[in-house]
T-cell receptor, first 115, second 110 residues
Framework: GAGVSQSPRYKVAKRGQDVALRCDPISGHVSLFWYQQALGQGPEFLTY????????KSGLPSDRFFAERPEGSVSTLKIQRTQQEDSAVYLC?????????????FGPGTRLTVT | RKEVEQDPGPFNVPEGATVAFNCTYS??????FFWYRQDCRKEPKLLMSVYSSGNEDGRFTAQLNRASQYISLLIRDSKLSDSATYLC???????????FGGGTRLMVKP
């Protein structure tokens, strides 16, 4: 079956540009997560949705980062006024369990490079 | 101090070797524990969950020591295809996130 998909796979942005990253979770999965993975590091939590409700955004690094999941399916992570330190792989994951306490399925990620 | 700590490696081992990775976590309220595998430039994938009684899946054995807040992964009879980064992952059921360690890189050589 179809897994988690993300687009674009690669994005190059000039510093100061806004970017939007899309995640299509596995159909029917209630939980959706965004993570940021810097080179050589493990993924770090950004935000969590249960259906359309954003229940945890404690990991968003600044108010330039915004995420939404308006219909409880597709999600978009938006970064405004990108900075070089935003360069990373942004991973989306979905889970059938609330809170994702069991397996989370990851998408291939969007590699963002800010120049 | 990071919530989940791992030795980054790399661990360079010959085919057929047995290798063990360790991980420590700081949140004593953590309830769920996992090992994920991540290949170069790929997404993380669940390798196995870690249960209090310890569990085995083929050549892979995971152990949990709650008193010491310590998780281990043992790989027996290493294969070239085991070369990857192994991520120790912890979930506090009261929270909504997985907390990842920085990963341990394994390279299995012929």
């Amino acid at each position: 079956g179809a897994g988690v998909s993300q687009s674009p796979r690669y994005k190059v942005a000039k510093r100061g540009q806004d970017v939007a990253l899309r995640c299509d979770p596995i159909s029917g999965h209630v939980s959706l997560f965004w993570y940021q993975q810097a080179l050589g590091q493990g993924p770090e939590f950004l935000t969590y949705f249960q259906n359309e409700a954003q229940l945890d955004k404690s990991g968003l690094p600044s108010d330039r980062f915004f995420a939404e999941r308006p219909e409880g399916s597709v999600s978009t992570l938006k970064i405004q006024r990108t900075q070089q330190e935003d360069s990373a792989v942004y991973l989306c994951a979905s889970s059938s369990s609330p809170g994702g306490i069991y397996e989370q399925y990851f998408g291939p990620g969007t590699r963002l490079t800010v120049t | 101090r990071k919530e989940v700590e791992q030795d980054p490696g790399p661990f360079n081992v010959p085919e057929g070797a047995t290798v063990a990775f360790n991980c420590t976590y700081s949140n004593s309220a953590s309830q769920s524990f996992f090992w994920y595998r991540q290949d170069c430039r790929k997404e993380p994938k669940l390798l196995m969950s870690v249960y209090s009684s310890g569990n085995e899946d083929g050549r892979f054995t995971a152990q949990l020591n709650r008193a010491s807040q310590y998780i281990s992964l043992l790989i027996r009879d290493s294969k070239l295809s085991d070369s990857a980064t192994y991520l120790c992952v912890v979930n506090n059921n009261a929270g909504n996130m997985l907390t990842f360690g920085g990963g341990t890189r394994l390279m299995v050589k012929p």
